[in-house]
């Protein structure tokens, strides 16, 4: 199965263009998408979560048109949003069971075996009878990503999955993840770059409702390799040097600046190569936009 | 520290939106207020007077309990909901500094914000005169001070009491809700005081105890007279000082214990609940790698969708019931359910038993209110309740379909009102059965519960479905759905609209009866909830298609998913919906406006209008009058019709020549008319002018009819019911227990009832101001006809009458025969001499109690009880009171006229008693189901009985004028008779409950006059003085002169005016003239007084104590006060004459008991003393132990204080 977005344009009513134009082909697999924060990730994934309709433009999952036959999308849709909220008074097991009777699931021994796997997997068993409004931050979020996971969905939407997870867990998600991904299209965003190479076949970066690049992450980095150079800087310097040339991000590294320029030829002497990655990739793409956009 | 919180705190809250929406709300209502000039003041009060300002002041800082909690629940809570309080509370602020800041800045704003009104209405005041709704002389000039003192002592010390409350709330348990809640529970308190402050007996408590005192103010006001009431302000004194100090204290108090208990490092503690922790459950450590997640079977079907739509609605029912609101609320709602069924429904303060209607009908006091604002809200929450705890995202991408969601939701609520319908169930049947009533009526409950109850709800709730559809945000939502109702109740009113057809959710009223069940109602219930439940059904339909699933608010895809929704299925929806509506609608105003002619309001009074001014010129014409009459009434129960032919012979008592007949229809109602036949002996008449607009025709006699002329006429009239009105009981023949009278048939000439009376409507109509319906004494016409009638002087009657198979039917006069034919009974009836011209025919399934009186000279009477065949409870007490009252009047006033005495039960669709010649129709609900199990409970059946018996003679021998004054010849005089047979029978105490009553009623009275009061010999239509007034200064005189004494003027009186056969009938001047040859000079004052002048006194104990002496008895040292006061129609005070008074003083003992188990007084010492105005102190030596002592003791001079008149004694220190 195939999801295919064709021309996607949204524009709010107060008047932000949320989507620009936006032609994405995401096969199964695991699919990235990067962006900062507002660049319209959240937009585009709820439009496929079939939440939110848009101007013009086209989604296709195999052959549902998702944004007329919503309710097929629905059927065999994971969803996590961004941001969510739980019945405060309902224990995680009773409201996965609820939720999975929802998703179709009416046969109760099949339920009930669904829900205390996923509850394992996602490390919740041995507080399945709390009710959720006692959960931690990490909790609710781990409750977020079963209830994402119930009914064998073709297409899994997760919006920011490992935001409030401590580093264990991420990784226990993303495994969880990856293990899903196999036969099914999972869309992951983040801003969180390593995630993305790490995990997924395919991405794409959007900036200001605009997909600025997508493919292979492997490929992307590619073409910027030989590109990137780096330097240490005294912090005051750091103006001058973005006059200069392109400065595609600045971090600190023992108490320096460091700063990485994308430029064909080496910029000076005092540069030395850097070995490209996707976090190049990301910043070379979006600070220059970003920047002309801010003016 | 103080100041700048403070002054953050106003300059935050003066930037919300909502703190100048709180102000605008207020300040729209007072204007609209005060330009309509729609306050609460009668006629004759200026709109603006003091004690409307400051009635309106308090009533609106009630509803600004919602305000208060509003504005002093949230300062505190700020810092919670935006999660400031993590880090504000880390500054260098005192808890003291923090929260007297916020308090003192919010109350600031909340006095600012309710200044709004007062603002408006000052603004609205000036601008009245301009618009005119009122006339521009009810607008006095502005008093600033009306509007301050008000303002400073009821307005503003009611919103700090209640703010306080919130404000301890919140800053104590940090919970909003508590804050929504309480405010609602305050005012629920606070109906409940309202409540109990129906009865006069708890009047003091209440105005000590009343949070708002609305209660207090409105006792010191209630009997200030129109005059009073545009002068006067309540001075802060008193009872009121009290109350205040109450009310303003334990604001203060709450404030301070939170001042002294609130602690940042508290506040900021998480509530975690107090539970124990449990160790971690067995933590079998399983590799979440290792788990598979299983496969599953997925199915999506019609029978799968049907079952999560149930499932879903009974999650949202549980999620309803949960709420702390909906239980509070709910709890509220239940036990107002409860005690309005216990204490409701009590005639004279003596309680009902707990019959299944009025079970039911307590649904409609305080209980539907609640229940509607529960709906209302809780209709909100269902329908954000995803949005609300940001579980929207992830349940909108479910896979449910869009209608099972919607659907669940509204199935939920249909859930939780058929649930709140059961309460009215289950709490009369708990209030029956804990009362020993068993007769427990299920069909009743069942029908009126589910069938007519049931859909009201769900029309509720569908338009506030409607209105939480479309509006996305909750808190609009609500807004809107209220400001919807507000609106409708508004246009209801104070706008006059009261065309059911146009008011969402509206239906004519309906009464259920004992003896007709549910009647004729159903059939106009079901139109107009079958109209309204497809309005809101469409409604429903509407919200469906632009109800928002998922996160898109914008108006274009909001749109766009609208016409998505709109599929052939939807559309099909939508369009029965509207030709149901439509059809129904179309249906129901043929029958109201077509068949049955509705009127608004102002068309009625436009109407009364044109009537005086077109026919007015036929006043007083001369007709000819009645002298004998024969009736043939074919009564058609179950078609609710009848045809009724009258043959009257009429003779022309006149001097003048009568040309033409006028019969006076009346303007047609729903109680159609159709004239079959009229002739005049034997010839038909001819029709010369018609005035279809209200109902009076002009007809040529065939002949002239000179002087003493007589002919006979002949007339048949169809009259009976079609389709059903907008509004009315329409109850003059129903299916079971007909009821009307001689009305059936026109009347001769114009009648000045049809007039407007109201000198404003005069005014605005162009007609004089008229004072008197009736001529002086002295005049011609006044003193050639009758009071009730001016057809016809005395008559002869005789008629048959036929009714269902299964009926019983009743006319005036003995039954001569009685028979059936064709399937009908036919009774025959005839009159023995002569009667005024009155009768009834009344017709329904009764059973028949009889008993026989005997009288001295051996002379009996039959007793006939025409009873409901339940309605047993109290049919002694009606034999009773008619056998007493034949053994008095027969003693006292003469001869009973007739051998049979009838009293007749009529359903409850009005509550009265009614004496037509030998026969008294008795309504359902007078008495019938009395509870007279307290015997210190006023017998009222007893006494209304004995009432309406009187007027066998004050009334049917005594048949006054029609002249001003006449009311009191027949209805003061029965209320005197029936006052002294309830003293033979139940001894001077009972006497003192019921005459307070009337004291209470008539203070009332003429406290809310319109025009003027008028006095006792001419007042004619001021039924507060011709009972009340007129029954007190009647008990008051056979007190003063002797009861013995005055029955025997009244007895020469009958003797002279009993039956007079030819004019000049009686008037107030001959009745007076009798009263007065029995008065000595020295109490002559008091007729003055009483019958001529206006007077009230004003007698209290200044103080009262008493000291044993050496020999064992007491002394006892009296100092009373005494005033006596004049005053004017209008309530002016006119004079305080200094001659002295003849009044009780008295001494009592300890409390006893009579033999029928009442509470009496035990007088020690009880004399008449002549009482100079001012003080006067009395000692008396006494053998026994003296309890209270004081002056008018038994509350028999009209005075608007009378608690203060006896008092416990103290013991005299030396």
Request: net charge negative; aromatic share 14%; charged share 20%.
């Amino acid at each position: 199965m195939e999801l295919k977005i064709e021309n996607l344009n949204k524009t709010y009513s107060n008047g932000v263009q949320a989507l620009k134009d936006v032609s994405l082909t995401i096969p199964n697999g695991m699919f990235g998408l990067l962006g900062p924060n507002g660049a319209g990730k959240s937009s585009l994934m709820r439009t496929i979560a079939t939440l939110q309709q848009a101007d013009s433009g086209s989604i296709t999952l195999g052959d549902i048109d998702v944004l007329k036959d919503k309710s097929r999308v629905r059927e065999i849709l994971g969803y996590l949003p961004q941001e969510f909220g739980v019945y405060p008074k309902v224990s995680s097991y009773n409201m996965l069971d609820h939720i999975a009777s929802l998703k179709g699931i009416s046969n109760k021994g099949e339920r009930k075996d669904l829900v205390e796997s996923l509850l394992t997997k996602t490390n919740l068993w041995h507080v399945k009878n709390k009710s959720l409004g006692t959960y931690s931050g990490g909790m609710k979020q781990r409750f977020g990503i079963a209830q994402a996971l119930i009914g064998d969905p073709q297409l899994i939407i997760v919006d920011e999955p490992t935001a409030g997870l401590d580093p264990a867990e991420r990784v226990r998600f993303h495994n969880l993840l990856s293990e899903i991904g196999e036969n099914t299209i999972v869309i992951l965003s983040t801003h969180i770059v390593e995630d993305v190479s790490n995990l997924c076949h395919n991405m794409a970066i959007i900036c200001l409702g605009e997909v600025v690049a997508k493919g292979n992450p492997a490929d992307l980095t590619n073409q910027v390799a030989g590109k990137i150079w780096k330097k240490a800087i005294d912090r005051h310097q750091l103006e001058d040097y973005k006059n200069e040339m392109q400065v595609i991000s600045t971090h600190l590294k023992a108490g320096q600046t460091i700063i990485h320029v994308i430029s064909d030829d080496k910029p000076d002497a005092s540069f030395e190569t850097s070995s490209a990655n996707l976090e190049d990739v990301y910043f070379a793409e979006i600070t220059s936009r970003m920047e002309s956009a801010l003016v | 520290m103080f100041k700048e919180i403070f002054k953050f705190e106003i300059k935050y809250r003066l930037k919300r939106p909502a703190t100048w929406a709180y102000f605008g709300i207020l300040f729209l209502f007072g204007i609209i207020v005060g330009i309509s000039g729609d306050t609460p003041a009668s006629e004759k009060v200026f709109v603006n007077s003091p004690t409307a300002i400051a009635n309106m002041l308090s009533i609106i800082s009630i509803f600004g309990i919602m305000l208060s909690s509003a504005i002093m629940g949230v300062p505190v809570y700020r810092d919670i909901e935006h999660k400031t309080e993590n880090y504000y509370f880390s500054y260098p602020i005192t808890e003291k500094g923090y929260l007297m800041g916020r308090f003192f800045g919010s109350m600031a704003v909340l006095f600012f914000v309710s200044l709004g009104f007062q603002i408006a209405l000052i603004i609205g005041f000036s601008l009245g005169p301009i618009f005119e709704f009122e006339p521009a002389d009810r607008f006095a000039p502005l008093n600033l001070w009306h509007y301050i003192q008000p303002t400073l002592v009821l307005y503003w010390t009611n919103f700090f009491f209640a703010g306080c409350i919130f404000f301890a709330i919140v800053s104590l348990t940090k919970k909003v809700m508590l804050a929504y809640a309480g405010g609602a529970l305050l005012f629920i308190a606070y109906l409940v005081t309202l409540t109990l402050a129906q009865d006069i007996e708890n009047k003091n408590l209440v105005s000590l105890l009343d949070p708002f005192a609305l209660g207090t103010y409105g006792n010191i006001i209630e009997y200030w007279t129109p005059e009073e009431q545009n002068t006067r302000m309540v001075p802060l004194a008193g009872i009121l000082v009290w109350n205040r100090v109450i009310w303003l204290g334990l604001g203060l108090l709450l404030f301070f214990i939170t001042l002294f208990r609130f602690d940042f490092q508290r506040f900021l503690n998480k509530n975690y609940s107090s539970k124990k922790k449990k160790k971690t459950e067995s933590e079998e450590d399983v590799d979440p790698a290792s788990i598979a997640i299983p496969k599953v079977q997925k199915v999506f079907s019609g029978a799968l969708n049907f079952k999560l739509l149930w499932n879903l609605a009974l999650l949202e029912v549980k999620n309803i019931t949960r709420d702390n609101f909906f239980r509070a609320i709910f709890l509220a709602a239940v036990a107002f359910l409860f005690f309005d069924a216990w204490f409701g429904f009590p005639v004279y303060g003596t309680p009902s038993l707990p019959m299944t209607y009025y079970m039911l009908e307590v649904k409609d006091f305080t209980y539907v209110i609640l229940i509607f604002i529960l709906i209302v809200f809780m209709t909100g929450e269902v329908l954000h309740r995803e949005r609300g705890v940001r579980y929207d995202q992830i349940f909108g991408s479910l896979p449910i379909p869009n209608g099972i969601i919607y659907g669940s939701k509204f199935l939920a609520l249909v859930i939780v009102s058929f649930f709140l319908v059961n309460m009215v169930l289950i709490s009369g049947v708990l209030n029956q059965v804990m009362k020993g009533y068993f007769n427990f009526e299920f069909g009743m409950y069942f029908t009126d519960l589910y069938l007519i109850e049931f859909p009201r709800y769900i029309i509720f709730i569908m338009l506030a479905f409607f209105v939480h559809s479309i509006v996305t945000k909750k808190f609009p939502g609500h807004v809107l759905a209220i400001a919807i109702w507000v609106f409708l109740f508004g246009l209801n009113s104070l706008a006059d609209v009261n065309n059911n057809l146009y008011l969402y959710g509206y239906s004519p009223g309906y009464t259920i009866s004992d003896m007709n069940g549910f009647g004729h109602f159903g059939e106009s219930l079901f139109w107009f909830r079958t109209y309204w439940l497809a309005c809101g059904a469409f409604l429903t339909f509407i919200g469906f298609l632009f109800w928002k699933r998922g996160t898109d608010s914008g108006r274009k895809s909001r749109f766009q998913i609208a016409r998505g929704r709109l599929v052939t299925s939807t559309v099909l929806l939508l369009v029965i919906c509207i030709a149901v509506f439509v059809g129904s609608g179309f249906y129901i105003n043929y029958n109201t406006k077509t068949l049955n002619k509705y009127a608004t309001v102002d068309q009625g009074t436009a109407g009364q209008a044109e009537y005086e001014k077109t026919l007015g010129q036929y006043d007083r014409i001369a007709q000819p009058k009645v002298v004998d009459v024969y009736v043939k009434a074919d009564l058609m129960p179950e078609e609710r019709s009848t045809t009724v032919t009258t043959k009257m012979q009429l003779v022309n008592k006149s001097n003048e020549v009568i040309d033409s007949l006028h019969l006076n229809w009346g303007a047609p109602n729903s109680f159609h008319k159709e004239l079959k036949s009229l002739t005049v002996d034997g010839q038909e008449l001819e029709l010369g002018k018609r005035h279809d607009k209200f109902g009076y025709e002009i007809y040529a006699f065939n002949e002239a009819l000179q002087p003493q002329d007589t002919v006979m006429l002949e007339m048949t009239v169809w009259g009976g019911f079609k389709g059903f009105p907008n509004e009315g009981s329409g109850s003059s023949i129903v299916y079971n227990g007909t009821f009307f009278n001689d009305g059936f048939f026109p009347s001769f000439g114009y009648s000045a009832q049809g007039e407007l009376s109201s000198d404003q409507d005069r005014r605005e109509y162009e007609l004089p101001v008229k004072d008197y319906q009736l001529p002086d004494q002295q005049d011609e016409w006044g003193l050639s006809n009758l009071l009730f009638n001016d057809d016809a002087d005395y008559i002869t009657f005789e008629g048959v009458v036929s009714t269902a198979p299964d009926q019983l039917a009743i006319m005036p006069g003995y039954l001569q025969k009685e028979w059936e034919e064709n399937g009908r009974k036919y009774y025959h009836y005839k009159m023995e001499g002569e009667l005024d011209f009155f009768y009834n025919v009344s017709s329904a399934r009764y059973d028949v109690h009889r008993e026989l009186w005997t009288g001295k000279d051996g002379e009996q009477v039959n007793i006939e009880i025409f009873h409901h065949p339940s309605h047993k409870y109290n049919i002694d007490r009606l034999v009773n009171g008619v056998q007493k009252s034949l053994d008095y009047f027969t003693e006292y006033y003469g001869p009973y006229q007739y051998r049979q005495m009838r009293i007749i039960e009529f359903p409850r669709y009005s509550t009265f008693a009614q004496s037509f010649p030998n026969t008294v129709p008795f309504a359902e609900s007078f008495g019938w189901v009395g509870d007279f199990s307290d015997p210190n409970d006023l017998d009222y059946i007893f006494m209304v009985t004995s009432h309406e018996v009187a007027h066998q003679w004050w009334g049917h021998q005594i048949t006054p004028s029609a002249t001003r004054g006449s009311n009191q010849i027949s209805e003061s005089m029965a209320e005197y008779s029936s006052l002294m047979v309830m003293k033979k029978e139940y001894g001077i105490d009972a006497m003192q409950d019921f005459l307070k009553r009337e004291l209470d009623r008539y203070l009332t009275g003429r406290a809310g006059e319109s025009k003027f009061e008028k006095t006792l010999l001419d007042n004619d239509t001021q039924s507060y003085v011709w009972y009340r007034k007129g029954g007190l200064i009647m008990y008051g005189l056979q007190d003063l002169i002797g009861e013995e004494n005055l029955n025997t003027a009244f007895k020469r009186y009958i003797d002279s005016a009993a039956f007079r056969p030819k004019p000049p009938f009686t008037t107030t001047t001959e009745w007076y003239r009798h009263i007065n040859e029995v008065t000595p000079d020295s109490l002559r004052y008091y007729l003055e007084d009483s019958f001529e002048n206006i007077t009230l006194y004003s007698n209290k104990v200044e103080n009262a104590t008493y000291k044993e002496l050496d020999d064992g008895t007491y002394e006892v040292s009296l100092e009373v006060e005494s005033i006596k006061r004049y005053f004017d129609g209008n309530g002016k005070l006119l004079e305080e004459p200094t001659n002295a008074n003849y009044l009780d003083i008295a001494i009592f003992g300890e409390d006893g008991q009579n033999d029928l188990g009442m509470t009496t007084k035990t007088p020690i010492l009880i004399e008449k003393q002549w009482v100079k105005p001012g003080k006067s102190k009395f000692t008396y030596v006494v053998n026994d132990k003296p309890l209270k002592a004081g002056i008018d003791p038994y509350n028999k001079m009209i005075d608007r204080i009378p608690d203060d008149n006896l008092v416990n004694l103290e013991e005299a220190e030396d």
